[in-house]
């Protein structure tokens, strides 16, 4: 059965001039454009394709894979907004629809929002909305501590910031444990810290053994932070460059970078350290 905003693996079943039909099982039969048919294309050849209304409400196939399907969160930019809603550019020729009932706050043009693809059951139209936390944490929670989630950055917070681990749940990353540049709408890989007698999930950008980092550790951490992740010292660096970057001596800076690079936190180059 074909599955309306999701990748599907269909049968060709008919060629015309303008494209192929597939089937789409209780959805009959579903044109796909002969702009996005393959070469050699014949009846009987399983194609992956997404399903979504055009802009007649007819089912279409393309061979194109949106910037987020249903049941995904993506940051996309407003291309117009019309006496319906806003829509946004999501790598498809239709943009997407979020209605003015589903956005947080009003949206414009030119600008960016984090928000959540659904299929609306009556019309069957895909729509996005920015109304994030009922799409979230509806679930039960099923995560092991020290265990590798996807994450999307979503807000920040006087803690931190929050994010949508796995598609699925609330998490914060603490503000005070972030030594890299982030971003709402960004994808990282991060690593369940903790899960709290609340359910709340408290989340790491470093596997386990991070927390040992010591506070001259972190410091340089920090000052790699805030220059894009790079600083030109070496071990081979004067005693006076490191004073007047670090304030420490050159023996604890050593000392410091040997640790951050068996974390796997930063990497030595020829011509400084980079972090990862």
Known sequence: MAAIGLMNELEVVKEVDFGVYLDG?????????????????????????????????????????????????????????????????????????????EQQQTMEAGHSYLVYVYLDDESQRIAATSKLDKCVDN?????????????????????????????????MIYKNEVFQPLKVGQKIKGFIKNIREDEKIDLSLQKEGYEKI????QGILNKLAANDGFLPLTDKSSPELIQATFHISKKNFKKAIGSLYKHRLISLEDNGIKLL
């Open 139 to 171: 679930v039960p929670i099923d995560y092991e501590v020290g265990e590798e989630v996807d994450l999307i950055v979503a807000r920040q917070t006087d803690l931190g910031f929050k994010a949508i681990i796995d598609n699925s749940h609330w998490g």
């Open 25 to 101: 099982g209780p959805h009959g039969e579903i044109l796909m454009p002969k702009r996005y048919v393959p070469e050699g294309c014949k009846p009987g050849d399983i194609l992956s394709v997404f399903i979504y209304l055009d802009s007649e409400d007819r089912l279409v196939a393309t061979s194109d894979r949106p910037k987020a399907m249903v049941g995904e969160f993506a940051f996309l930019p407003v291309v117009s907004v019309t006496g319906v809603g806003a829509f946004l550019d999501w790598g498809l020729p239709k943009d997407l629809l979020v209605p003015f009932r």
């Open 214 to 217: 010591d506070d001259i550790s």
